[in-house]
């Protein structure tokens, strides 16, 4: 299914996501991948397309774009083209998630581990924590905040430490 929606939209063939479309989960496509030699790169994506969460059909366009954000164009489409596969019928909804990870740009999240000990923040590994949890509420907001609403975030969070 995956080569002829490949042909059928003019993809280039890919071995290493055909191969993906034949095992069942991440933990074969490891066995496989070691038994078969892959390279490094091939391993890993092997598995980052068969584990975790799949793309679903009904995404919104904020859905998609923190999936995109998680986990990588390239990923995204991998899990995206599996699932087409396997529910053709959404061909059109398919194609569009498809133009979206293929003309996506990850926004840079503008806060540094340097920001937030400015802003307070107690050195070592509360710094990454803290950022952390500023990018979720960045990201969950589609992007949307401004490095100003960023900063006034990031103090909010570490007044709650």
């Known amino acids: 299914k995956l080569a002829e929606l490949e042909a059928d939209?003019?993809?280039?063939?890919?071995?290493?996501?055909?191969?993906?479309?034949?095992?069942?989960?991440?933990?074969?496509?490891?066995?496989?991948?070691?038994?078969?030699?892959?390279?490094?790169?091939?391993?890993?994506?092997?598995?980052?397309?068969?584990?975790?969460?799949?793309?679903?059909?009904?995404?919104?366009?904020?859905?998609?774009?923190?999936?995109?954000?998680?986990?990588?164009?390239?990923?995204f489409r991998d899990k995206l083209l599996l699932q087409w596969a396997g529910a053709p019928e959404s061909a059109g909804v398919w194609r569009l998630l498809l133009e979206m990870a293929n003309s996506w740009r990850r926004p840079r999240f503008p806060l540094t581990g340097h920001d937030a000990m400015q802003a307070g923040a107690p050195e070592g590994p509360q710094v990454g924590r803290v950022l952390a949890a500023?990018?979720?509420?960045?990201?969950?907001?589609?992007?949307?905040?401004?490095?100003?609403?960023?900063?006034?975030r990031l103090k909010a969070v570490i007044g709650q430490i």
């Open 134 to 152: 500023v990018e979720d509420w960045w990201v969950e907001g589609d992007f949307a905040a401004d490095e100003g609403a960023l900063r006034d």
């Open 9 to 75: 939209n003019f993809l280039t063939p890919d071995s290493v996501l055909r191969l993906a479309a034949l095992l069942p989960d991440a933990d074969t496509a490891e066995l496989v991948a070691q038994r078969l030699r892959l390279s490094n790169a091939d391993r890993e994506r092997l598995q980052q397309a068969l584990a975790g969460e799949t793309i679903a059909a009904q995404l919104s366009a904020g859905q998609a774009r923190r999936l995109l954000y998680r986990l990588g164009a390239a990923c």
